[in-house]
């Protein structure tokens, strides 16, 4: 829903959020894809050498990637966190009593 109340700033401000928050969601989606194809290869290999040795688990393959990634990921992170806060700051200065007009 569109809010035709919101100042021009403020949603100009709200459109990059919603875009690097789905970019962020997207990379988690990826990793957490890629690291489950992992698992089931490493699986699918050991059964065909018939050895049972370590497997890693999906968990420890999508921290690996994490850790691979995590340059991307703090950058995303980051770029939202101070986009929330401009949008805080919009929103305040919305909400704050406009000054009064003299006459």
Partial sequence: ??????????????????ETQRHL??????????????AITAKV?????????????QQELADRLTFERWRELDALTCGLRLQEQIIDECKR??????LPIAG
């Fill in 1 to 18: 829903m569109i809010d035709v109340l919101v100042s021009k700033p403020l949603a100009k401000a709200i459109g990059p959020r919603r």
């Fill in 25 to 38: 969601d997207c990379l988690t989606r990826q990793i957490a894809a890629r690291a489950g194809r992992q």
């Fill in 45 to 57: 290999r050991s059964r065909a050498r018939r050895r049972s040795g370590h497997l890693l688990s």
């Fill in 93 to 98: 200065r919305d909400d704050a009593p406009g």
